[in-house]
């Protein structure tokens, strides 16, 4: 039975003492008091601050997100953006958005107050909008900075705070580790500064935005499609799509970027189209899994839909469903939806002749190469980054200083997309468009997506890509996911699955210009790989396998074979 540590004890008595803290949440600690392992994990140590922000199950504790861990966080963050914005005219200001989750509208409304309390002006959407509205907004209205409150799709008990730079960017490594410095540096909730609502109103310090906004960046990512007129004009009278938010901020924006186009047949799920931050239609809301598209799958067969699409709650990841050659719904990948856009996109740049000669397209280390060949078949220019948005983010600014590249596509196998310029962070939203737009083109040329996709696979080769996770909670499973990692760093096995490793990629060393990272990545002889990463967002650790074959057959053989040798360890 795991005992509560006296360094924990010292915390939790803290907590109780303080008069800051309200008596609610002290009634919440009270109540476990004969619960010691549970009093250990909420606080054996501060809820990490990572490059993302903060992420964490919802209750009482110093290891747990609430009012008081966010209040904490915001007092750094504003401390840091006072210093960053330094002599520049005016009062520095931060755009603040939620998604649908449990107190997801208390902690937005709590950030604002303490930014509003350290003379930051915060510009607070009053009900939920996304992650990539977020972003653009934050870009769009000059702002030094940005929040979103969201843990994407993590399970129900689960939210999270994520902090945006001037760029509309998740904090990257240097940014955040001011941050990090900054927060360690508020040793106390009395040192958190803090307006009343009434206050920092009447101040000006806490703005509200609304429909303006809203119509500024639906307008700017329906302004991304290649073949507007085209789907409003011929495509979009034939063209039948079911499309499900999983209960969060997906619904409207989705549904009226594709009006925007003309799509005119889209069919919401109805069980799963209110907000919910407790997601009572699915396990998980996910749209990399088959499950979350259940209710979907219904729908579109009762209607014969064209496409099924969902986007996760803070409307960052889009998953699509198509029928493969049998009439069976199969789920598209991340690595599958990202290839499939890029050729499109680039095949009609091209066809217009708008394709630029400097073009880029960036994913992460472990996004399939297959996007990468079609990319290259079109002269695009591939640039890989860590895994995490932010790092895409960061480069697409790089282009836009520099002119040395034009940026057109960026994306991540774990379902996150982005074209256009106008935001530095996955948009399911522009995703959910242009996977549509492209469906209902190829549709026009007898062809569903899962026949393009065959096409690419025979045209570039036949790659599959796969993902396991395992899960490993609280203060054991960090320290196990830890040794797992130390024993494949100091024990690099020398032949998997019958291929020669012929590289073994660590970048905790800061590998090809890349910040440090504890990712390891195992390249094969035949070129295939395998890769060993901890999630940055859950108590995970995930690994990664991509092979390429002669045929489907081949590849479906080599990866399982790889999968297999290679789990067996991690497992043992």
């Given at each position: 039975?795991?005992?509560i ?17 309200d008596?609610?949440t002290?009634?919440?600690?009270r109540a476990l ?5 549970e ?5 054996y140590?501060?809820?990490?601050f990572?490059?993302?922000g903060?992420r964490?199950?919802i209750?009482a504790g ?7 861990t ?15 914005h330094?002599?520049?005219?005016g ?9 649908s ?8 409304l709590e ?9 930051i ?26 929040i ?8 129900p ?5 994520k902090v ?10 240097h ?8 927060i360690?540096q508020?040793?106390s ?5 803090r307006?009343s ?31 507007r ?13 079911v499309?499900t938010?999983l209960?969060?901020?997906g619904?409207?924006?989705?549904r009226q ?7 005119k ?8 189209e ?8 699915v396990k998980s ?14 729908v579109?067969e ?7 699409i969902?986007?996760?709650?803070d409307a960052?990841?889009?998953?699509a ?5 049998k ?10 939806s ?9 095949s009609?740049l091209?066809e ?8 880029a397209v960036?994913?992460t280390i472990?996004?399939s ?17 860590l895994t ?7 480069k697409m ?5 520099t002119?040395?590249?034009t940026?057109?596509?960026g ?18 939203v522009l ?7 492209a469906?209902?083109y190829y549709k026009?040329?007898?062809?569903t997506?899962?026949?393009v996709?065959?096409e ?9 890509e796969?993902?396991?996770?395992r899960?490993?909670?609280g203060?054991d ?7 797992k990692?130390?024993?494949?760093r100091?024990?690099?096995?020398q032949?998997?699955a019958?291929?020669?490793?012929e590289?073994?990629?660590d970048?905790?060393q800061g ?9 390891l990545?195992y390249?094969?002889?035949?070129g295939?790989?395998?890769c060993?990463r ?5 108590p995970?650790?995930?690994?990664y396998?991509?092979?390429r074959?002669a045929?489907?057959e081949d590849?479906?053989?080599k990866?399982?074979s ?5 789990m ?5």
């Amino acid at each position: 039975m795991t005992m509560i540590s006296p360094k924990s004890m010292e915390t939790v008595q803290r907590w109780l003492n303080d008069p800051y803290v309200d008596e609610e949440t002290k009634s919440e600690l009270r109540a476990l008091e004969n619960d010691q392992a549970e009093l250990e994990d909420r606080f054996y140590r501060d809820l990490e601050f990572g490059t993302g922000g903060l992420r964490g199950v919802i209750g009482a504790g110093s290891n747990r997100i609430n009012k008081y861990t966010v209040g904490r966080a915001t007092q750094g963050l504003a401390e840091y953006i006072k210093a960053i914005h330094g002599d520049a005219d005016g009062k520095p200001s931060v755009v603040i958005a939620h998604d649908s989750r449990h107190f997801s509208p208390e902690f937005a409304l709590e950030a604002a107050l303490v930014l509003a309390g350290n003379g930051i002006v915060a510009k607070l959407y009053p009900s939920l909008r996304s992650t990539p509205q977020l972003s653009f907004s934050v870009r769009h209205l000059g702002a030094t900075g940005g929040i979103v409150i969201t843990a994407s799709h993590n399970p129900p008990e689960y939210n999270g705070y994520k902090v945006y730079n001037s760029e509309g960017g998740q904090l990257v490594p240097h940014e955040a580790e001011r941050v990090i410095a900054l927060i360690q540096q508020v040793d106390s909730f009395a040192a958190i500064r803090r307006l009343s609502r009434e206050e920092a109103e009447a101040q000006g310090l806490l703005v509200w935005l609304g429909e303006a906004e809203d119509r500024a960046f639906i307008d700017t990512v329906a302004s991304v499609s290649v073949n507007r007129e085209l789907i409003a004009s011929k495509l979009a009278d034939d063209f039948t799509i079911v499309f499900t938010p999983l209960h969060g901020t997906g619904n409207m924006p989705v549904r009226q970027v594709l009006e925007t186009i003309g799509f005119k047949h889209v069919h919401v799920v109805k069980e799963q189209e209110q907000p919910d931050g407790g997601f009572p239609t699915v396990k998980s809301p996910n749209p990399e899994e088959r499950e979350a598209f259940t209710l979907a799958m219904k729908v579109g067969e009762e209607i014969q839909a064209d496409i099924l699409i969902g986007t996760d709650p803070d409307a960052d990841r889009m998953g699509a469903v198509v029928k493969n050659g049998k009439g069976e719904y199969v789920v598209l990948t991340g690595n599958q939806s990202g290839a499939i856009m890029i050729h499109y996109l680039l095949s009609q740049l091209k066809e217009t002749g708008k394709l630029p000669h400097n073009g880029a397209v960036i994913k992460t280390i472990v996004t399939s190469e297959m996007g990468a060949a079609i990319a290259e078949h079109y002269g695009a220019t591939i640039f890989n980054t860590l895994t995490g948005f932010k790092y895409i983010g960061e480069k697409m600014t790089q282009f836009e200083q520099t002119g040395d590249y034009t940026y057109l596509f960026g994306y991540e196998e774990s379902y996150g997309y982005l074209a256009g310029n106008y935001a530095r962070d996955k948009d399911a939203v522009l995703a959910s468009m242009l996977i549509c737009e492209a469906a209902a083109y190829y549709k026009a040329q007898g062809k569903t997506l899962y026949d393009v996709l065959q096409e690419l696979y025979e045209q570039f080769g036949f790659f599959l890509e796969s993902l396991e996770s395992r899960t490993l909670k609280g203060k054991d499973g960090l320290a196990q996911i830890q040794a797992k990692m130390a024993d494949w760093r100091s024990q690099p096995p020398q032949q998997v699955a019958g291929l020669a490793v012929e590289k073994v990629l660590d970048y905790s060393q800061g590998l090809d210009g890349l910040p440090k990272e504890n990712v390891l990545k195992y390249m094969l002889e035949d070129g295939s790989w395998f890769c060993l990463r901890p999630s940055g967002t859950e108590p995970k650790i995930k690994v990664y396998f991509a092979v390429r074959g002669a045929s489907l057959e081949d590849a479906e053989r080599k990866i399982e074979s790889l999968r297999d040798e290679v789990m067996a360890r991690v497992d043992g």
